[in-house]
Every structure is written in C-alpha cells, then in structure tokens.
C-alpha cells in the first residue's frame, strides 16, 4: 500500500501536539516592568515578543523541546517547502497562463518590443481597458515590463534581450522629432542646433529640449566648436541602430528622415 510521506508528517505532528504533557499546560509570565539597577547578573534570558520570531525558529523551538530527534527531519522538510514554493513562483513567472488573451497580448510585446496601451489595441481588437487589465497581470507575474518616456508608456518582455540602450532607443523613435533627430545624426553626424532645426523645421529651443533628453539616456553626445554646439550618436547607439535597421524592430520603424541643408 502506498503510503504518503506528507500525511505522515502531518499525523506525527499531530501526536506530538495530543501527546506531549508540556502542551497542556501553557504559563504566559509578564515582564519585569523595570530591571533593578544594582543587580550586575541576571538570568540568562530574553524576552522577545512572539510575532517577532520567525515560522522556522518557532517550530525548530518547539521541536527540540518536545521531541529533539525530529528537529533536523522537520527543518528539512520545512525548506523542502519552501524551496517547491519558490520554484513553482519562478515556473508560474515563465508563462502567461492559459489565457488566450493574456497569451495574445505577450506574444504582441515580443514581436513588436517597445509598443504602446494603444498599439497592442490595435494589434489585437481588444478594448484598452481589457489590454490594460492583462498588462497588469503579466507585470504582476514577472513577464513584461513598461519603460516611460515624456507620457509614452512602452512594453518590454522581460525574455527579450534588450539592454537599456536599446530601450530607450525604442521608446524615443516613438516620438516623430526625436525619430527625425535620430535618422538626421545618421546621415549627418556633429550637425549644429541650428543646422538640426532647420533640417527638420522645428525651433532651436525644441532641438535643445529633445537632445537633452537624448544625451540624459547615452544615444548621443556634444561637444563645443567655439560657440557652436554640434551633436553626435554615441557608438554605442550607433551599434544599436545598426540591429534595429537589420530587422529586429517593425517594419518602417527607420525611415529615412529629411537631408540636412
């Protein structure tokens, strides 16, 4: 007959707590309110409050006062519990459940890294408030999460293997200037404020603002030509760019954008 290990457990437990004579009686003594000042050795003790022990010592004290030969089986069999929870958790954070939504949703996200509340809508016919309600869960269970730029929430998966760079990059070329900026330092490298607004028509304090934000996250650098500011990509942008426009981003995401003057 085939015995279970678990309801053993369980049932010697069980004894122990019915058994056992220190159980049946429970003294609960308060603390001094004062210690006297003149003694310099007291008891070895110390009064701990009862919430403030942890579930492992708790049960490894009582072990070894009722029964010390269990004490190393019940420790066992305490982290054996705690070590199947915590895999079952990492296992659970690997897939999205088997919601046909929720699946269709993540595997939007992986294909197009970086979209958008309204984008995922589109791409799936779902309502916002239902993309929003499984883009919740799938944060929530460790599979995807949204990077910020300006008031532009993208999704990323968390199996993607993008570094930030490549994340912020992403998220920027949502951004139709910063798109135009971007592709202009392709073809134009060390290019001027001016010579960048008036490439792609926008005001010189518009390229300032949209290029601090660019240098803030690493895609691109300055330096100083006497009173001229001329901006750059950073190689490192430049090697990412490079994989963006060789595929691993949609299709179009890379248009060209207008020649310099």
């Given at each position: 007959m085939h015995q279970n290990p678990a309801a053993i457990s369980v049932l010697i437990m069980t004894l122990l707590l019915l058994w056992s004579p220190a159980a049946a009686k429970i003294v609960v003594e308060p603390a001094p309110a004062e210690l006297p000042a003149n003694v310099t050795f007291i008891d070895d003790e110390e009064f701990v409050p009862?919430?403030?022990?942890?579930?492992?010592?708790?049960?490894?004290?009582?072990?070894?006062?009722?029964?010390?030969?269990?004490?190393?089986?019940?420790?066992?069999?305490?982290s054996s519990g705690i070590l199947a929870f915590l895999g079952y958790r990492r296992a659970s954070r690997q897939r999205p459940s088997d919601n046909p939504s929720r699946l269709q949703i993540c595997a939007c996200i992986k294909e197009n890294p970086g979209i958008t509340v309204p984008e995922i809508a589109d791409a799936t016919d779902f309502s916002r408030g239902t993309v929003n309600y499984h883009l919740f869960r799938l944060q929530r269970k460790g599979l995807v999460h949204r990077k910020g730029q300006g008031n532009t929430f993208g999704y990323f998966a968390y199996s993607d293997s993008l570094d930030a760079t490549e994340e912020h990059l992403l998220m920027h070329l949502k951004n139709q200037t910063k798109k135009s900026l971007i592709s202009l330092l392709i073809e134009a490298p060390c290019v001027s404020q001016?010579?960048?607004?008036?490439?792609?028509?926008?005001?010189?304090?518009?390229?300032?603002?949209?290029?601090?934000?660019?240098?803030?996250?690493?895609?691109?650098?300055?330096?100083?030509?006497?009173?001229?500011?001329?901006y750059r990509l950073t190689d490192e942008a430049g090697e990412v760019l490079g994989k963006?426009?060789?595929?691993?981003?949609?299709?179009?995401?890379?248009d060209k954008g207008p020649a310099t003057a």
């Open positions: 009862i919430w403030t022990v942890s579930p492992m010592r708790l049960l490894t004290y009582y072990t070894l006062i009722h029964c010390p030969a269990l004490a190393v089986p019940v420790c066992l069999l305490y001016s010579e960048a607004a008036e490439a792609i028509e926008v005001s010189r304090p518009t390229i300032a603002w949209h290029m601090e934000r660019l240098i803030r996250d690493g895609l691109v650098e300055y330096r100083r030509d006497g009173r001229t500011v001329r963006i426009r060789k595929g691993r981003t949609e299709e179009g995401l890379m």
